[in-house]
């Protein structure tokens, strides 16, 4: 049963490795550059023109899932969600200061509408409290269409619909260092991979399995590329397809949304607190600034690479702890995670007394 993950999850970071450096050189052709000088903004953390488009290599990654699935409905709308994300990221890597933010959030919904309408929703969420299970398969809109007899429900497919859109968003707000991304998406994909394993009697789990193995293995293969020194981007596309990707697999696990919401904690949570206080303060939730952890970090002196390696090794002790705790556990640790985040936000500005000069990496510096 391990081939189930570990097959696609090399040939896909064969194509993801191979496909990100010929993405360098056509994005150089076309001039689909980050250029810090004209792309003058808060967030904007590097000093040299950096390649974009990061979401092809990705997608065209994904696109192996061809050769291990069949294209069934659910594959379909996995793909054709995945081909807006796309489509829209390159749009907006080309022309970022031309693409709205709210027509960003509305495509992310469309993405999310196309897996929704292949049938992919939520139709159940565990009680953390009592072990039971709350249906969401209630009420249901049904209608004739096409010879069959079709029908919505609303709770299941709403729910699916927001959990996508808002997960497209809150990861790639984690995307702003070098290798800081793909490393933890493709830790969170293994993780809810791995949780899937428990249940391989179920033949239900084995196509997550695989995609769990194709997600990981994309991003794995985009981070050498990524990672300090950068020499592409994840770009629009490639952040919202992780955020799509990872929210798709936490719903077919079996509505694993505890699992993906603690391996995730900390970009969810950073996002939280920085939705908070942008609409608190009078402004727009969706437009970018440097108000990031990773931001504060690198105020603090912190290198890139740390931050990236600070992402990575939260996440598979999350991931490890997702693991290894029953739902009930999960969500006490879910309750407990924004105390941690605090406290740590604190030590960063107040109880630390020994910080070292920045590093060569930290980007404060040209």
Avoid at 59 to 84: E, N, Q, R, V, Y
Avoid at 89 to 117: H, I, Q, W
């Amino acid at each position: 049963m391990i081939a189930f993950f570990w097959q696609p999850f090399l040939v896909s970071f064969l194509v993801s490795f191979l496909a990100s450096p010929l993405t360098i050189y056509f994005a150089r052709k076309i001039n689909l550059l980050d250029n810090p000088k004209t792309h003058n903004l808060p967030k904007v953390v590097h000093q040299y023109p950096v390649p974009r488009g990061g979401g092809l290599p990705i997608f065209l990654s994904l696109l192996t899932a061809l050769f291990f699935l069949p294209l069934d409905k659910h594959l379909f709308g996995i793909l054709l969600g995945s081909g807006i994300a796309l489509l829209v990221g390159l749009l907006d890597d080309r022309f970022e200061e031309k693409v709205s933010p709210l027509l960003r959030l509305g495509t992310n919904f469309l993405a999310a509408a196309a897996v929704v309408g292949a049938g992919i929703g939520i139709a159940f969420i565990t009680n953390p409290l009592t072990g039971g299970v709350l249906n969401l398969n209630r009420p249901q809109i049904c209608f004739y269409l096409l010879g069959k007899t079709r029908c919505l429900w609303l709770l299941a497919d709403l729910f699916a619909l927001f959990w996508i859109a808002w997960c497209m968003n809150f990861v790639g707000m984690s995307g702003g260092v070098d290798g800081q991304l793909p490393g933890f998406v493709a830790i969170s994909a293994a993780a809810i991979g791995l949780l899937s394993f428990r249940f391989t009697a179920d033949i239900s789990q084995w196509p997550v399995i695989i995609l769990a193995g194709i997600t990981a293995g994309a991003y794995s293969g985009f981070l050498p590329w990524n990672f300090y020194p950068q020499k592409i981007m994840p770009g629009y596309g490639g952040k919202s397809l992780a955020g799509f990707l990872l929210a798709v697999l936490s719903i077919l696990s079996g509505a694993k949304l505890a699992t993906a919401i603690l391996v995730l904690g900390v970009p969810l949570i950073d996002a939280i607190f920085l939705v908070f206080k942008r609409i608190s303060q009078g402004r727009s939730p969706v437009i970018g600034g440097r108000e990031h952890l990773h931001h504060r970090l690198l105020d603090l002196g912190w290198g890139k690479r740390k931050i990236a390696v600070f992402y990575w090794l939260t996440s598979a002790a999350l991931g490890i702890l997702a693991l290894n705790l029953n739902s009930r556990q999960k969500f006490y640790t879910i309750i407990l995670l924004p105390v941690i985040f605090i406290v740590f936000l604190l030590w960063l500005n107040f109880l630390s007394t020994s910080l070292k000069p920045p590093g060569r990496d930290n980007g404060s510096k040209t």
